[in-house]
């Protein structure tokens, strides 16, 4: 109970939040700005409006990830409001999950406002809705939810800008790291490959999360893809909020 009343706190204060609400207005637009660029590409309108749709849902999704999950720590610290929360009979790890499920629960929500868009925008374009985009988008949550682990992590022990920059870069590395893995066992150097093969492991591979190109080119993906991904996902993020915990825990408030 302790955790779900810091959740839905945290759910109503991001909600509140000015860059959430910016951020969900934009992709709103984007989505529907999309059937503006599908009519300028002939004979290829509903895949333009497929691809940006679920690029906005996806992008604008990991923004709201990054930028208000980086200051949820740091946020409570600042306003001296954890202080009065770490007094009560509350465990710290239950202030640190119920931040991160708080913020996952208002990019959950942001993420039904802009797929039912995105659905009206194919369904308009009489495009046809299969269970890949559900999916799709489903990847696309376990993802975000992974950047969030991410951001929540940083802001345990960076500041909200340091946080901000550590998570972005992850995110990149993150998307490369098949690269890195690749990169690591050609080369010749064996700091190279040992560092490669290294942040391969530790690094989230989100890749695993981006089908957007298969599913706007109706390419079929195995289910077990999809299984094998969400179980990734969420082993990640639970690992990811056990260690937030244990720096939060040791961490000096005063």
Same mark, same amino acid.
């Given at each position: 109970?302790?955790?779900?009343?810091?959740?839905?706190?945290?759910?109503?204060?991001?909600?509140?939040?000015?860059?959430?609400?910016?951020?969900?207005?934009?992709?709103?637009?984007?989505?529907?700005?999309?059937?503006?660029?599908?009519?300028?590409?002939?004979?290829?309108?509903?895949?333009?409006?497929?691809?940006?749709?679920?690029?906005?849902?996806?992008?604008?999704?990991?923004?709201?990830?990054?930028?208000?999950?980086?200051?949820?720590?740091?946020?409570?610290?600042?306003?001296?409001?954890?202080?009065?929360?770490?007094?009560?009979?509350?465990?710290?790890?239950?202030?640190?999950?119920?931040?991160?499920?708080?913020?996952?629960?208002?990019? !959950?929500? %942001?993420?039904?406002?802009?797929? &039912?868009?995105?659905? @009206?925008?194919?369904? +308009?374009?009489?495009? $046809?809705?299969?269970?890949?985009?559900?999916?799709?988008?489903?990847?696309?949550?376990?993802?975000?939810?992974?950047?969030?682990?991410?951001?929540?992590?940083?802001?345990?022990?960076?500041?909200?800008?340091?946080?901000?920059?550590?998570?972005?870069?992850?995110?990149?590395?993150?998307?490369?790291?098949?690269?890195?893995?690749?990169?690591?066992?050609?080369?010749?150097?064996?700091?190279?490959?040992?560092?490669?093969?290294?942040?391969?492991?530790? !690094?989230? %591979?989100?890749?695993?999360?981006? &089908?957007?190109?298969? @599913?706007?080119?109706? +390419?079929?993906?195995? $289910?077990?893809?999809?299984?094998?991904?969400?179980?990734?996902?969420?082993?990640?993020?639970?690992?990811?909020?056990?260690?937030?915990?244990?720096?939060?825990?040791?961490?000096?408030?005063?």
């Amino acid at each position: 109970m302790k955790t779900w009343a810091i959740c839905l706190n945290t759910f109503r204060e991001t909600v509140r939040d000015k860059v959430f609400i910016l951020l969900v207005v934009f992709a709103l637009v984007m989505i529907v700005a999309s059937r503006i660029f599908g009519f300028l590409s002939i004979g290829q309108e509903l895949k333009i409006v497929e691809d940006l749709g679920l690029a906005s849902i996806s992008g604008f999704s990991l923004l709201v990830a990054i930028f208000v999950g980086t200051t949820l720590v740091h946020k409570e610290i600042d306003k001296r409001s954890v202080y009065t929360i770490v007094s009560k009979p509350i465990q710290r790890y239950q202030f640190i999950i119920g931040k991160y499920a708080g913020l996952n629960l208002t990019i !959950l929500v %942001n993420m039904v406002v802009m797929g &039912v868009f995105f659905y @009206v925008s194919v369904r +308009l374009m009489h495009g $046809t809705w299969s269970s890949q985009f559900d999916m799709a988008i489903v990847l696309m949550y376990v993802e975000v939810m992974v950047v969030t682990g991410l951001a929540l992590l940083f802001s345990t022990f960076a500041s909200p800008t340091l946080s901000a920059i550590f998570t972005f870069l992850s995110y990149i590395a993150g998307h490369l790291s098949n690269d890195m893995m690749f990169f690591g066992d050609r080369s010749q150097n064996v700091f190279v490959s040992i560092t490669s093969t290294a942040l391969y492991y530790v !690094l989230p %591979n989100l890749s695993k999360f981006n &089908v957007k190109n298969e @599913v706007v080119h109706g +390419l079929l993906i195995p $289910t077990s893809f999809y299984i094998y991904s969400i179980l990734y996902g969420l082993l990640y993020c639970a690992m990811l909020v056990i260690v937030s915990s244990f720096i939060f825990e040791r961490k000096n408030l005063k």
